[in-house]
């Protein structure tokens, strides 16, 4: 009988072990995900950024608008990780102000080149909305994860920091970042 408690003892500590197991590398395969989307936002501010000083520089523009959004562009490029979101939330009204003019749009297009050029921006601004959902639809799960009660007892996450939302503004025209 007692053989028979201890082989049942040993097969739930067992069988709790390799829960434990799993869960911290569900955990760790999460933050994974975190980083990488994270990364992915990044590349897609920073495209966005190129599109918008290509834009800025082409000439197209007037003076006025090509200096308000090249300074637009330095500001997000140069901004910390700290102030990240509110420099690219700049950048973002600096685009609304100079894209969302009425019937600016169509005069533009009329002009060589610029028809490419705003459908490259247009997609690097999509892709950051894409992007930055993303990254906190992972980081809300990744969050949520971390508040079990097995994740925090055991200290399943490790030394992993707390993913934290990037929150910004950047819907340009029709709230899903597309001018």
């Known amino acids: 009988?007692?053989?028979?408690?201890?082989?049942?003892?040993?097969?739930?500590?067992?069988?709790?072990?390799?829960?434990?197991?799993?869960?911290?590398?569900?955990?760790?395969?999460?933050?994974?995900?975190?980083?990488?989307?994270?990364?992915?936002?990044?590349?897609?501010?920073?495209?966005?950024?190129?599109?918008?000083?290509?834009?800025?520089?082409?000439?197209?523009?007037?003076?006025?608008?090509?200096?308000?959004?090249?300074?637009?562009?330095?500001?997000?490029?140069?901004?910390?990780?700290?102030?990240?979101?509110?420099?690219?939330?700049?950048?973002?009204r600096a685009l609304r102000a100079t894209l969302g003019q009425p019937g600016f749009r169509a005069e533009l297009e009329g002009r060589d080149g610029a028809k490419e050029l705003l459908a490259e921006f247009d997609a690097a601004a999509h892709q950051v909305f894409i992007a930055r959902k993303f990254y906190n639809d992972v980081a809300a799960r990744t969050i949520d994860a971390r508040r079990r009660p097995l994740v925090r007892v055991f200290r399943l996450a490790g030394n992993a920091p707390q993913p934290e939302f990037f929150e910004m503004d950047d819907a340009l025209g029709d709230g899903a970042g597309l001018g």
């Not at 495209?47 to 007037?62: F, I, K, V």
């Not at 608008?65 to 990780?81: F, N």
């Open 1 to 92: 009988m007692t053989w028979t408690y201890l082989v049942l003892v040993l097969l739930i500590v067992v069988v709790f072990g390799v829960y434990v197991s799993w869960r911290a590398g569900r955990l760790d395969r999460m933050h994974n995900r975190v980083e990488a989307a994270r990364t992915a936002l990044d590349l897609a501010m920073v495209r966005r950024s190129s599109s918008a000083y290509e834009l800025a520089s082409c000439g197209l523009l007037d003076p006025a608008a090509s200096l308000l959004l090249a300074d637009a562009v330095r500001r997000a490029k140069e901004a910390g990780q700290a102030e990240r979101d509110l420099a690219e939330s700049d950048l973002t």
